[in-house]
């Protein structure tokens, strides 16, 4: 789908109902590329059916900026027409007094699930979960479950997971798939087509990346949240899918050095992304300085031998990049759980060889190129050529093995101390290993150097 030209008046309306007819992904992308006040004039114009559907997309960007922009009555049917996760979702986003206002003018059952899913913490289970699902006491036969869901299909999010409850604790006693209801016997009790086994279930404040591991792991599109056994929603594998998406996108901001974009990066004002960059590019800025202070508390070493300043980028890079690779490593690890806080040392026993190897495998390049550079006259290190080559080997193996070695265990200390892992980045440990890269590569050639060079 192209991109909407700008509109206004009856261009909208025409556009609007051209909107009817196209796929509702497609709609919200194009809506995205949109100025807010272009993409809050179409949807005014769009057939309200429809402006459900759109909403309902987690994709579309600014939704509640958006709803914001609907007049109030129409803002409330939409809320109460959409599905109640999205709503949440949208309502959370909303400042005061818009959204008191809108749940005021709900019906106080859908008003209640809403205020309940907004009082867990962003993130967890339950905030994420949708009260729209099918349940039935276990007494029920097959038949008339699936008459059921014919009635009710339209107002549950999803159908492919059906929940057996009991009737009056509410209590979760078995869920069954779709498929396992249609193959059964019409007059058969929907509890003799239940596997026998307790369902997988999650608590309401079970974190999301730990529900997005168990759908993953036991291949669910649906995980039950309960608490006390009682059922108390359902977090769907779409709305997990976004938010890990989400929260991918934010690691891979902090990452990078900044903080998190809370909107597309075209979308972004220029002060807004100042503030989101500038931060940070002043905190590694300010800890370079400690290279600089590295650097002059070696000054007489520099000016005996001048030739070592021609080394300092290959170690101070060759150090950072070490650390970065363990870095990421170790993060990716620690997200997936395939490793956590008490496996530190086993990764540390794991990178100290690692970074000695990797290290030698540089030393012997680093080593290599400067005898060759001397032999074949592309310059000339002096007299001492091969102590200098000795120095640039040891230093680059002890950068490269200290640089895996705290990279790796960079994550692991900043999740102890209730950090995300993800504020480990490259650029913080690239800065961290340039000083330290300093302080080893002369205290080397000190060693090496002293008594011709230095």
Known sequence: MNEFSPVAGGDAIAIARVLANEHVADIVEALNQEPRETASELLCEVPFGRLVEIF???NLNGAFELVEALPRIKAGRLLA??????????????????????????????????LAILGYPEGSAASLMTTEYVSVPPDWSVARTLDYIRKVE???????????????????????????????????QIMAIAPDRAPITVSPLTDSEKVAQLISKYDLLAVP????????????????IDTMIEETTEDVHRFGGMEALDEPYMKMGFLAMIQKRA??????????????????????????????????????????????QATS???????????GLGDWWRVALRELPTGLV???ILGVVGVCRIALWQYLGFYDYGPHWPLIAMTIGATLVGIVTFGSLSGSMLPFALKRIGFDPASASAPFVATLVDVTGLVIYFSVALVILRGTLL
């Open 56 to 58: 309902d997309q987690p």
């Open 81 to 114: 027409a959409m599905s109640v996760d999205r709503a949440a979702d949208i309502l959370r986003d909303l400042n005061e007094p818009a959204r008191s206002e809108l749940l005021g003018g709900l019906a106080p059952p859908l008003r209640a699930t809403l």
């Open 154 to 188: 339209r107002t549950r999010e999803t159908v492919y997971a059906i929940y057996i409850v009991d009737p009056q604790t509410h209590v979760l006693l078995r869920s069954t798939s779709l498929r396992r209801l249609i193959a059964g016997e019409p007059d058969e």
């Open 225 to 240: 949240v309960v608490d006390n056994g009682k059922l108390l929603g359902i977090v769907t594998i779409d709305d997990i």
């Open 279 to 324: 931060g940070w590019l002043c905190a590694l800025f300010i800890s370079e300085m400690l290279t600089a202070n590295a650097m002059q508390s070696y000054e007489g070493e520099l000016e005996k031998a001048i030739v070592l300043t021609l080394f300092i980028p290959l170690i101070m890079s060759s150090g950072g990049n070490s650390g970065s």
């Open 329 to 339: 490593l170790v993060i990716r690890a620690l997200a997936l759980r395939e490793i």
């Open 358 to 360: 990797l290290g030698s």
